[in-house]
């Protein structure tokens, strides 16, 4: 009932307008102060679990900050909507409202909830997994369990009561409402509103101060709704571009209109120096580490050296200390490091079996008498990795469910658990393979999971307490030392897998094939849980190439990525054994940089996530979307101005990408004849 005696006299359509504004504030500030009060509960929270990367009052204010433009940037839009709804009926439009209240901010919750264990943001990344993969990670991350689910519960508890009993009694007069409906109305015409959180160097502490929801539903909408940004070709300012980083570059000739990749094999050895050669050619184990990241990982680890074991084989091989992965989840890990692939639309794996016919190191060693496997902790089926192994010829896939018994799995948690761990892996690898070390040659990959959120492991307990005393043999200041132990589980499993690879190799340097092997270890990506020091570091992993076989060792300090290995690795056995290679391929990767100096001669996409696509890597710069990066030594980059070399950059990017979308929309990599050749 409307309570204002003033209006009673008015025009009835006024005074809807009247009391729809009225009953508008009490929503809007409701938002607010919901938006406030779980901005203040999520610091909390981070602070007791994890440590703030920043003073808790600075990191407050930049976050209200945050909270209120975003608030601000709604008001036109929902306060329109309100009112229009009110004419029609006020007691339909205040129900709605209420509802959606309560709609948005369990979503919310569960934004902040994300982020806070994993310490990423939720985006649009969401849509580019199955519902299969998607109820495998959220499952195995514990989001589902029981006390999760209880504060879940009574969170939704309390904003139901708030809306029943607070709301009612937030108002404002409708001239105070309008007021501020006009000034967000200014403010967002003028973009006021729009959101700018990169106040911190480091990103741990700008997606904090990031409002979950809007990231969210901005990157939904980016997914859906983004223009189709082609770059014209026939600009003639692109044209300039182009050219200037053509000369600059030395890419690739690509004049195959029908095949946007291919081109001329590029066939530079510079794998061969190193190794003694043999009268077979070797066999090659590749170990992908899950989240392995030079973050924690040798000597000059940002966060302290928690692998070492990998630091005293590193000193005795050819140690890349700049590797980037070439995606910062596991699903790009394989058509990178094995194919040299591009990504296609949500990854190369998810075009499924619309997967083109392509050339691989698989199907090419596989072609030159090589037998290939292919060993992982977890189910093969995940991210459609068996799909791709298959379509490139792979002899055997042993996953999960090939696992004989007498294995143990890594503890559920919540009911779920990602397969079996490290250990085992590599002691069902050493078993099964035990028959064929005299039948050569062979390409051996394993990829791990233990490493993988939830951090859950056998023998958890004691790493935990070795974690305690290895940590004070880093002799780390009082407050890195406090920081770090905030993640104790993650750097346990980190010691538990250094582990596990000091006991692989222990037990494979009893066989008789060892002395013909060289081994290959890599991460597919930096663990993200563990707070990320700068966008590139989602990126940034070790590459270290081992072997008894090696003639001289090297630390290198040159930028190369997984999809230069694939090329490197054909060429030594080109050079060294006659392997029969193809005269064209559909390599991304030029090969690899084993300059000791720091430098970068490459073009290196980065795909973030299936569906976030920003990042490029040319010279000694970093496109993340429209910022660009100054990168030094060691993978340090420093946020820059310069629009010309960010034109440049955006140039080449753009370019890739057109390719890259031609092969999503179903253009071939390689013809027909190369495939009957090389890889059937």
């Known amino acids: 009932m409307n309570d204002d005696p003033n209006l009673k006299a008015q025009n009835p359509f006024v005074v809807k307008l009247h009391t729809g504004l009225r009953n508008f504030s009490g929503y809007a500030l409701f ?39 975003f608030w601000l940037s709604l008001l036109p839009a929902t306060g329109i909507l309100f009112l229009a709804l009110s004419l029609f009926s006020s007691r339909f439009a205040k129900v709605l409202y209420a509802i959606l209240l309560i709609v948005f901010f369990a979503l919310h ?20 997994y199955s519902y299969d993969d998607v109820a495998q990670t959220v499952g195995a991350s ?64 700008n997606n904090l101060v990031t409002n979950k929801s809007r990231h969210f539903y901005a990157a939904a909408l980016d997914y859906y709704f983004e223009e189709d940004v082609r770059p014209d070709i026939y600009a003639n300012n692109y044209l300039a571009i182009l050219e200037r980083r ?19 094999a590029d066939t530079t050895d510079v794998l061969s120096s190193f190794f003694k050669k043999k009268a077979s050619p070797p066999n090659l184990v590749f170990i992908v580490v899950e989240g392995l990241g030079r973050g924690f990982t040798n000597e000059g680890a940002i966060l302290g050296n928690f692998t070492p074991f990998l630091d005293s084989l590193s000193r005795q091989s050819l140690y890349f200390k700049n590797m980037l992965s070439n995606g910062g989840r596991t699903f790009a890990v394989l058509p990178s490091l094995l194919g040299s692939q591009p990504f296609a639309e949500n990854g190369f794996l998810a075009l499924q ?56 799995k890594l503890p559920e948690y919540a009911g779920y658990t990602w397969g079996y761990g490290d250990k085992e892996l590599y002691d069902y690898y050493l078993e099964s393979t035990v028959s064929d070390t005299t039948q050569a040659p ?71 094939d060892y002395q013909n092997t060289i081994f290959f270890i890599t991460g597919d990506h930096r663990i993200p849980e563990i707070p990320l020091s700068t966008k590139i570091d989602r990126y940034h992993v070790p590459l270290i190439v081992y072997s008894p076989m090696l003639t001289r060792t090297k630390e290198v300090q040159a930028i190369s990525s997984h999809m ?117």
């Not at 938002?31 to 440590?51: A, K, P, T, W, Y």
Request: charge should be neutral; aromatic fraction near 14%.
């Open 109 to 128: 919750v569960l934004f902040i909830y994300y982020h806070k264990e994993s310490l990423l943001l939720l985006g649009s990344d969401v849509f580019g």
């Open 246 to 264: 053509l000369a600059q570059q030395n890419t690739f000739e690509y004049t195959y209109p029908e095949y946007p990749f291919l081109h001329a």
């Open 564 to 680: 230069d290995v694939a090329p490197s690795v054909l060429n030594y056995l080109n050079h060294s054994y006659n392997l029969a290679l193809p005269k064209q391929n559909a390599f991304l990767g030029k090969g690899l940089d084993t300059v000791e100096s720091f430098r970068n001669t490459h073009q290196i996409p980065l795909m973030q996530t299936k569906t976030d696509f920003v990042d490029f890597v040319m010279g000694n710069y970093h496109l993340n979307g429209d910022q660009l990066f100054q990168i030094y030594p060691n993978l340090y980059e420093e946020l820059i101005t310069d629009e010309i070399k960010k034109d440049e950059l955006k140039a080449a990017f753009n370019a890739f990408k057109r390719r890259n979308r031609e092969i999503a929309e179903g253009q071939k990599l390689v013809p027909d004849s190369l495939v009957l050749k090389y890889a059937q």
């Open 353 to 408: 079996d619309k997967m083109p016919a392509q050339l691989s190191l698989l199907n090419i060693l596989e072609k030159n008498g090589y037998t290939t496997r292919f060993y992982y902790g977890g189910n093969a089926s995940f991210d459609n990795m068996d799909a791709y192994l298959k379509l490139n010829k792979i002899d055997r896939i042993a996953d999960e469910p090939s696992f004989p018994s007498g294995y143990s």
């Open 142 to 205: 514990g989001v589902l369990s029981l006390t999760s689910l209880a504060m879940f519960l009574i969170g939704l508890g309390l904003l139901v009561s708030g809306v029943i009993y607070v709301l009612p009694k937030l108002r404002l007069k409708w001239t105070y409402t309008t007021g501020i409906l006009l000034l967000a109305f200014v403010l967002s015409l003028f973009r006021v509103t729009d959101s700018t959180t990169r106040v911190y160097s480091d990103d741990f502490g």
């Open 442 to 512: 062979r390409l051996d990959v394993l990829l791990t999971v233990t490493t993988h959120s939830p951090f859950r492991f056998n023998q958890q307990e004691a790493y935990l307490k070795r974690f305690d005393t290895y940590l004070e043999s880093l002799n780390l200041k009082p407050e890195e030392s406090a920081q770090r132990k905030k993640f104790a589980d993650q750097f346990a499993t980190v010691l538990y897998a250094d582990d596990a690879l000091q006991r692989f190799f222990k037990e494979y340097q009893k066989r008789s």
């Open 31 to 69: 938002f607010l102060l919901s938006l406030f009060v779980f901005r203040l509960v999520e610091l909390i929270l981070v602070q007791v679990n994890l440590g703030l990367p920043h003073g808790f009052w600075i990191l407050l204010f930049q976050a209200l900050k945050q909270d209120l433009l």
